[in-house]
């Protein structure tokens, strides 16, 4: 996902909520307030956070904290910044133009070797379990399977790191294979065609592959290593430095909008794809392929599961070649904030 968005076929509409979002009010947001606004912990008063996102439903909670207000209620105005690809998007966070962004946690790993600006990831925001996939024909039933054959996958997203962990597993190398880099919204279609034997893509580009051919099923998933693709949240060091507080009610409003979103799925799912721009029905196979974790979830997770995955992924993204030097990306954890966001 690093580099491109999950959802090329919403890159024009992206273009468009981005650019409206940096003339409305991406600058400096430190020393912002929002007399205004609807109250909140700091006495009426609300503190200007500017967040890079791009049209993913794993981002989505963010959208029903902005239309049911949780934002504003716990101290904080988070003005959503839209991005057609995580290289604009990392480029505005690093150049402080957004005070947090959402990430690929693969992209972790990348940010640090860049020497962006430092940053704490405070939140493990959701889960690809079928929503990443690789796709083959029926009689494919193992992964080992796939020595000697075509496999469409793009380089460099959470495609390149499913074909590669997958390929580890089954102790195969990747030269065993012929890979066909191709886009993800390709792939699928490609393999359908009968231009390749092995499709490694993402929704809504497996269903619509699937869809077109019934022999084919997914082989391997993000299941395999649940948070192998997943994404989270990153927040400037300066920024959080400067509002404590604001960070802790950031999360503390991703917490009631998981809550409303679990407790209200047919209105919490409309708003999330207003926010992605699809309809609902195109979008019900990323709904159930994607685990979106509140905020209770993610401290268990990312004090439990996070260092060995971080460890797993810093392996896959060395292989690529993407990461060409030793990072600390478990150093850049800080639950600090989620903590009091969750404490009673």
Request: hydrophobic share 40%.
């Amino acid at each position: 996902m690093f580099g491109m968005t999950r959802f090329p076929w919403l890159a024009t509409l992206a273009m468009v909520l981005g650019v409206a979002a940096f003339t409305a009010g991406c600058g400096s947001s430190n020393s912002k307030s929002d007399t205004t606004a609807g109250g909140g912990d700091a006495g009426g008063k609300t503190v200007d956070v500017n967040m890079g996102t791009e049209p993913w439903i794993g981002y989505g909670p963010w959208a029903i904290a902005k239309a049911k207000g949780f934002d504003k209620a716990n101290g904080v105005n988070i003005k959503l910044i839209n991005f057609t690809t995580d290289a604009d998007r990392e480029q505005a966070f690093a150049s402080g133009k957004t005070d947090m962004s959402n990430i690929p946690t693969h992209a972790i790993a990348k940010l640090l070797a860049s020497n962006t600006t430092p940053f704490e990831t405070v939140l493990f925001e959701d889960i690809s379990m079928t929503a990443d996939a690789m796709l083959a024909p029926s009689d494919v039933t193992d992964v080992k399977q796939l020595a000697g054959k075509k496999v469409a996958y793009e380089e460099g997203t959470t495609s390149d790191v499913l074909l590669r962990y997958a390929l580890k597993q089954a102790n195969l190398p990747f030269s065993a294979i012929k890979p066909v880099p191709i886009a993800a919204a390709d792939a699928g279609s490609a393999l359908v065609a009968g231009r390749v034997g092995i499709a490694v893509t993402y929704e809504p580009y497996l269903t619509a592959a699937l869809s077109h051919d019934k022999n084919l099923h997914r082989l391997y998933a993000g299941s395999a290593l649940p948070g192998l693709l997943s994404d989270t949240l990153i927040v400037s060091k300066d920024f959080a430095a400067k509002n404590p507080d604001a960070v802790t009610g950031v999360l503390k409003a991703w917490q009631r909008s998981v809550d409303y979103l679990r407790q209200n799925p047919a209105d919490g799912q409309a708003i999330i794809a207003k926010q992605v721009g699809a309809p609902v029905g195109d979008l019900k196979t990323s709904f159930t392929g994607d685990k979106i974790n509140d905020v209770t979830e993610s401290v268990a997770f990312m004090k439990d599961k996070f260092p060995g995955l971080l460890t797993t992924i810093d392996g896959i993204l060395k292989e690529q070649g993407a990461l060409k030097t030793d990072v600390d990306a478990q150093g850049t954890v800080n639950l600090t904030y989620a903590e009091k966001a969750v404490a009673k």
